[in-house]
């Protein structure tokens, strides 16, 4: 049974920093391309930054977070993590996590595995 276990969300005043983190079981970790999305209240569940499996660790990043957020994995410990950092009331949402057995996680279409969230909640 695979599962993506995230942490790391809480209250957090504008202009702070947050690090959130995705536990990987159940599926071979390294072969996954992994990904965070996030979904505001009454919006759709949006994309935010992706990572590759393969060696390269090639990232891509949605607009409004790029230079702000950084993704990273550990294959060794099957692990994602996603540093937010110049933290804005708009980046308020639900995170999850996601896999998929393609290179990168860029649509949740094509998502295999999703997380049951982490909530990041930015005060102004």
């Known amino acids: 049974q695979v599962r993506l276990v995230e942490s790391g969300g809480r209250l957090v005043q504008a202009g702070g920093s947050l690090r959130l983190s995705c536990a990987a079981s159940g599926l071979t970790f390294s072969t996954y391309g992994m990904g965070w999305f996030r979904q505001a209240p009454g919006k759709e569940r949006e994309f935010v930054a992706t990572i590759t499996w393969t060696d390269a660790l090639t990232t891509r990043y949605a607009d409004s977070v790029k230079g702000r957020f950084t993704i990273a994995r550990d294959n060794d410990k099957n692990t994602l993590s996603l540093q937010m950092n110049s933290l804005r009331p708009e980046d308020t949402a639900m995170y999850y996590c996601?896999?998929?057995?393609?290179?990168?996680?860029?649509?949740?279409?094509?998502?295999?595995?999703w997380g049951q969230g982490t909530q990041v909640t930015v005060s102004s």
């Open positions: 996601a896999a998929a057995d393609s290179l990168f996680v860029l649509t949740a279409a094509g998502v295999n595995y």
